[in-house]
């Protein structure tokens, strides 16, 4: 009997874990950089949608690469936070294998 309680359990969890994906999927962050003369829209699943590049900082083009690299890196550091606060509300701060 406790094994079925454990399967409905699962089952349950990996459902949840399947719908928390499908929603990242529809939400979106933007990174900045450089007081947000560089912009970055991306996904929830860590997918490029849109880059903002101010016309000024196109004049010094090293500049413009690390800020896009770190706009890039911005966005992707908030997806990541996004999926973990998900995952977390899903699993009660349970670390599970594979997941966390």
């Given at each position: 009997?406790?094994?079925?309680?454990?399967?409905?359990?699962?089952?349950r969890?990996?459902?949840?874990?399947?719908k928390?994906?499908?929603?990242?999927?529809?939400?979106?962050?933007?990174?900045?950089?450089?007081?947000?003369?560089?912009?970055?829209?991306?996904?929830?699943?860590?997918?490029?949608?849109?880059?903002?590049?101010?016309?000024?900082?196109?004049?010094?083009?090293?500049?413009?690469?690390?800020?896009?690299?770190?706009?890039?890196?911005?966005?992707?550091?908030?997806?990541?936070?996004?999926?973990?606060q998900?995952?977390?509300?899903?699993?009660?701060?349970?670390?599970?294998?594979g997941?966390?």
């Amino acid at each position: 009997m406790m094994n079925r309680n454990m399967m409905k359990q699962a089952q349950r969890l990996q459902a949840q874990i399947q719908k928390m994906q499908q929603e990242l999927e529809t939400l979106t962050v933007e990174g900045s950089a450089g007081g947000g003369v560089v912009k970055v829209v991306m996904s929830g699943k860590q997918l490029v949608e849109s880059v903002f590049i101010a016309p000024e900082a196109v004049e010094d083009v090293e500049l413009l690469q690390d800020l896009v690299a770190a706009a890039v890196n911005d966005a992707s550091n908030k997806t990541q936070e996004l999926a973990a606060q998900k995952m977390s509300a899903i699993t009660g701060g349970m670390k599970i294998p594979g997941l966390t």
